[in-house]
Structure formats: structure tokens, C-alpha cells
């Protein structure tokens, strides 16, 4: 008998005739014999609807507060859900993240969960019920409610999955698994088998939004057998698991893209030991991160210094940016906030030469012009005007031949 935990995300559970439908699935694995604990999301779109509420109220609500609204989403699901299930006759019983005590840190609205009581659980398991739990939220030590940051009802599944060391955490959603790139952009990506943690972890941190990046850190740290299916489709789906040998080394496993970047730009800085610093370390005491960095060669005695941020982040570091000028004599402050990052990721770059300029041809051959430039062992990511997003993806998608079956080491 194996241990498994679910997560169905928003459109899984967006309306009583889909919970109806997770609720036959779920029954029906019950009934084979697994062990099951389910995670659920909101409904799709009421968490952004709760957000709105909040906003409209307060542009910037106290951030305790928000916590209090957001998790009431998850709280709606898994009573539901529990109760379709009881009406089939499957024993289940729903819980809240405070309920279970899945233990976070104070961070309201992207908090991280520093432990779990899973004594708890084992004990309703072993009674043979199904447990429901909400996803995307916890409760600090001093038990205020706190939530998990945006997606983060997958990084709760794993969590518990790490938790009780469940055979597999299995990740329903509107997709049949992890794609070469976002389906929604290019019609023609494929569907991968499998995907290495690592490989994920960058795709999901340079803007694949199919897994929360955290849920992939703690499934790779806990060794958390992870897999991507769709709830509306049968289908194997995609399994995330550790490099191991013999298995399929794509020399590209995906393309990401991220359409909150903006970038901003300082010209004529004095070329001088401190520089740097004294540019980005007001940025990063106003809690805000930083993305690419690129900095000229200096033609005289002054340098121009240029940087990424997320949009929302745009208006505040603009404003910072002009305090800095002033005192360190600078020309000029510029900024883009239609700007996109794309980014090709692959484990087998590392023993490949010519990706990047296979990508800075085929980008070229559309006329896309790159305006920065960053990479690292597994993924080149380039910085294009926002409008050429589609285009750029899927000439690259083209280029790196994505469509067709990936070259394998096996045959
Ligand atoms: P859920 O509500 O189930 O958590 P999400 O919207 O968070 O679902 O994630 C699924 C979506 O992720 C898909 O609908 C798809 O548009 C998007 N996506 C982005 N990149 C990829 C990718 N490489 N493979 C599959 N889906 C992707
Ligand atoms: N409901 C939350 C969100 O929309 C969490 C999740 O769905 O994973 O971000
Ligand atoms: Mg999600």
C-alpha cells in the first residue's frame, strides 16, 4: 500500500462539478488502497479576487491581514471536497494549515514553512480516512495565519509529502505535465517524460510558473519522487526526480520566460572602487531583488551600470535611482518596464559548446534585438523587448528543434 499526496490546483477545483469529479477520482484511489492525502488550491481566480478586495481597501494592506483573507480560499475547497467525498462514502476529513500545524516562519504573504506535525496525520491515516488539506498556508509560533507566497499550495504538498514520506507527490493541474516550453505559447511544445530537479528549479525560477520554485526545492532536498499530470486527462505525465544514469540527456529541456522584468540603467557613474555598491545598496535596503547586472568597460573616467528588477518593483528603484545619480554625479537614469527575459535551460549544455550563439542567430534571423545578456552552467538567458516575447520563444522553440523528440544518449 503506498502513500501518496495529491495537489489539485484552481481549475481543478474551480466550480462544484469539477470538485465532483476530483472527488470520484480521489474515492476511487482510496478505494484501490492508497493512502491519501489531498492538498487543494482555491478555486481558480478567488485568490486574485480576494487580493482586489484588499487592495481596493488599502493599496498596500497590512500584510497580516492579507493572510488572514487570502487563506479563507483554501478553506472553502477542502470542506467541499471532504463533504463530496463523505456523501461517497469515502472517510475524510478536511483540515487548515494551522489545523495540521504546518509551522512557518512570520514572512506574511511569501512565508516558509520550518516544520510539520505529522503524528497528527499518521493517526487519521491509520483510521483509514482520507485528509484534506489546505494548501498555501501555515501559522507562525505565535499562531497568526500566514501564507506561502503565490502557487504555494504546491510547495505544501510536497512539503507534507517530504513530511511523511509519501511515495510520490503528484501535482493535478490544467496541463498533462511539464512541457519543453509554456503550451499556451507555443501549441507545438512537447511533453517531457522526466526533468531533473535541477532542471525544473531553473525553469520555474526564470518564469515557468507550473511549480512554485520552493516546492521543487524542498522535492529535490528531500528527494520527493515529484510528478506533473493533468486532473481533466488519464496520462503518466511528467516525473521529477535526480539526474540518474540512463537517463534521456536533452541538450535543451526547456524554454522559461518571465514577463515581470524591468530594467533600469545609470549613465555616466564615476569608474571607481565602491560604485556598484553604492548604487544597488539602497536598492536592497528597500527589500528589493535584483535579477541581471551588467556593467560597461569604462571609456574615460565614467561607466554606465544596468540592472533588472521585478515591474512592480519599477516606479520605487526609478525613484531610488534618481536619489543615487544626484549624489554620485551621474549623467542620466533610463529604465524599460516592457521588457521579457528568455531563457534556455538543459543539464546537457554543460558539455556542449555553441547554444548561446545558435540562440543569438536564431533570434537574430528574426530581427529580435538582445539588450542583455546572462549564463550559467545549465541556461542562457537573454533580456528582449516585451513585443518580440512570442516570436523570440518560438524561434527558439524552432531552432533548438524542441517539437521532435530529443536527441538521447541512448539511442
Ligand atoms: P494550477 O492552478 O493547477 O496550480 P498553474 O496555472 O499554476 O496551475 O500552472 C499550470 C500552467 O503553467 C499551465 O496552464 C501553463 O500555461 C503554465 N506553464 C508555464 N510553463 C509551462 C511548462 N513548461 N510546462 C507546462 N506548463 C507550463
Ligand atoms: N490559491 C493560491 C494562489 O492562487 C495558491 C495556489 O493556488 O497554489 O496563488
Ligand atoms: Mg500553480
Redesign the pocket.
Given at each position: 500500500m503506498a502513500l501518496i499526496v495529491q495537489k489539485?490546483?484552481?481549475?481543478?477545483v474551480g466550480s462544484l462539478e469539477r470538485i465532483s469529479r476530483v472527488a470520484d477520482k480521489v474515492a476511487a484511489a482510496s478505494a484501490a488502497g492508497d493512502d491519501l492525502i489531498v492538498v487543494l488550491?482555491a478555486m481558480?481566480g478567488e485568490t486574485d479576487r480576494l487580493l482586489t478586495l484588499a487592495k481596493t481597501i488599502d493599496p498596500q494592506p497590512n500584510p497580516r491581514e492579507l493572510d488572514v483573507l487570502l487563506s479563507t480560499g483554501e478553506q472553502v475547497t477542502i470542506a467541499l471536497l471532504s463533504m463530496a467525498l463523505e456523501k461517497r462514502g469515502c472517510p475524510a476529513r478536511s483540515y487548515t494549515g494551522g489545523q495540521v500545524r504546518i509551522l512557518t516562519d512570520s514572512a506574511f504573504n511569501k512565508a516558509r514553512i520550518t516544520d510539520i506535525d505529522a503524528e497528527r496525520l499518521r493517526n487519521d491515516l491509520s483510521c483509514g480516512r482520507v485528509l484534506v488539506v489546505a494548501g498555501f498556508q501555515g501559522v507562525d509560533e505565535a499562531g497568526n495565519i500566514t501564507t506561502l507566497g503565490r502557487?504555494g499550495?504546491?510547495t505544501t504538498a510536497v512539503a507534507l509529502a517530504a513530511a511523511l514520506k509519501a511515495d510520490e507527490c503528484q501535482?493535478?493541474?490544467?496541463?498533462d505535465?511539464?512541457?519543453?516550453?509554456?503550451?499556451?505559447v507555443v501549441p507545438q511544445?512537447r511533453r517531457l517524460d522526466r526533468i531533473t530537479y535541477e532542471e525544473m528549479l531553473e525553469?520555474a525560477s526564470l518564469g515557468?510558473?507550473?511549480l512554485q520554485i520552493r516546492s521543487v526545492e524542498f522535492a529535490s532536498k528531500y528527494n520527493v519522487p515529484l510528478r506533473?499530470l493533468s486532473s481533466f486527462t488519464e496520462g503518466a505525465g511528467t516525473l521529477i526526480t535526480s539526474e540518474e544514469d540512463g537517463m534521456e540527456q536533452a541538450l535543451i529541456s526547456?524554454i522559461?520566460f518571465n514577463r515581470d522584468e524591468a530594467k533600469l540603467t545609470i549613465l555616466g557613474v564615476p569608474d571607481q572602487p565602491g560604485v556598484a555598491y553604492r548604487i544597488l545598496g539602497p536598492v536592497a535596503e528597500a527589500n528589493i531583488e535584483v535579477d541581471m547586472i551588467v556593467q560597461n568597460i569604462a571609456e574615460d573616467t565614467t561607466t554606465d551600470f544596468t540592472f533588472t528588477v521585478h515591474r512592480n518593483d519599477y516606479d520605487k528603484v526609478l525613484q531610488i535611482l534618481h536619489g543615487v545619480a544626484r549624489d554620485l554625479g551621474a549623467r542620466e537614469v533610463t529604465g524599460d518596464n516592457k521588457i521579457v527575459k528568455i531563457s534556455l535551460v538543459g543539464v546537457g549544455m554543460r558539455s556542449h559548446a555553441g547554444i548561446a550563439s545558435t540562440m543569438f542567430r536564431a533570434l537574430a534571423e528574426e530581427g529580435i534585438n538582445i539588450r542583455m545578456i546572462s549564463t550559467s552552467e545549465i541556461k542562457v538567458s537573454v533580456v528582449v523587448d516585451e513585443k518580440y516575447l512570442e516570436l523570440g520563444v518560438r524561434a527558439l522553440h524552432v531552432a533548438f528543434q524542441l517539437e521532435a523528440a530529443a536527441p538521447s544518449k541512448n539511442g
Open positions: 489539485y490546483g484552481g481549475t481543478s488550491s481558480t502557487g499550495s504546491d501535482i493535478y493541474t490544467d496541463v505535465g511539464v512541457y519543453t516550453t509554456d503550451p499556451r511544445a525553469m515557468a510558473k507550473v506533473v526547456g522559461a
